[in-house]
């Protein structure tokens, strides 16, 4: 959702750059929700290096909250693929996912910020990452044999199998990227408007509040997702 008042776009513009997008490559570049995009990686950076940089035996602090999110994601991501060396092939991934979409969907809760989210144009780009990463791992485990998967068991049938798969595979798509995409930006939309007409104290908050458990739902649905596609390639069954 485009703010009415962003604080990083103030700032570009104030330097004579194109930051409320345009037609050329700087501006696109450099357009809100990349900037805020840009925004959570440096974040993102920063906490794993504030973590790692003075790591203790018995951990506390950044270096604790991190050790939790990495240890808990490894053990669900193993769990749910069946073995380790299964699920080091894309435990970087989707922790990755998980955390930058975590720190990009808590953003829009600032005032003067936005949840890069909440644009379609990020949450199709890791969507897209995640779609080309578990069909290449079920090529990868079973070979070609892999494409028997969208045909179905029984022969005569393929044809129409292959036309449910492909449809069934292309909504994969469409909701992976669309749920996280929509739900951010109806927060915004929603505070957006609570901010103009009922003012900026106590109205917003209950959303507020509520935004705080949606961002977590849907950065952990983005996660649960991808392992499951990917989990589901690697499987014995094809």
């Not at 073995?83 to 990009?104: E, N």
Request: net charge neutral; glycine share 8%.
């Amino acid at each position: 959702m485009e703010h009415p008042l962003l604080f990083l776009p103030i700032i570009l513009s104030a330097l004579g750059l194109p930051a409320y997008g345009g037609d050329s490559a700087l501006a696109q570049i450099l357009a809100p929700h990349m900037q805020y995009s840009y925004l959570a990686m440096a974040i993102c950076l920063l906490i794993a290096k504030a973590a790692t940089s003075k790591m203790r035996l018995i951990p506390k602090g950044v270096q604790n909250v991190m050790e939790m999110y990495v240890g808990g994601l490894e053990d669900f991501v193993i769990e749910q693929v069946g073995g380790r060396d299964k699920a080091m092939i894309i435990y970087p991934m989707v922790a990755t996912f998980g955390f930058l979409i975590l720190i990009s969907n808590y953003m829009g809760l600032i005032p003067g910020f936005m949840s890069p989210t909440a644009n379609l144009n990020v949450t199709l780009g890791c969507t897209l990452i995640a779609i080309v990463t578990y069909h290449a791992l079920g090529i990868r485990f079973h070979g070609w044999k892999y494409i028997k998967h969208f045909m179905g068991p029984i022969k005569v049938m393929a044809p129409f199998f292959l036309i449910v798969e492909t449809f069934s595979h292309a909504g994969r798509i469409a909701s992976l990227s669309i749920r996280l995409f929509g739900n951010m930006m109806s927060k915004e939309m929603l505070l957006g408007l609570l901010f103009t007409m009922a003012g900026p104290y106590l109205a917003p908050l209950p959303i507020m509040l509520l935004g705080v458990l949606v961002c977590l739902l849907q950065a952990f649905i983005f996660v649960v997702l991808p392992v499951t596609y990917c989990a589901e390639a690697m499987g014995d069954a094809h």
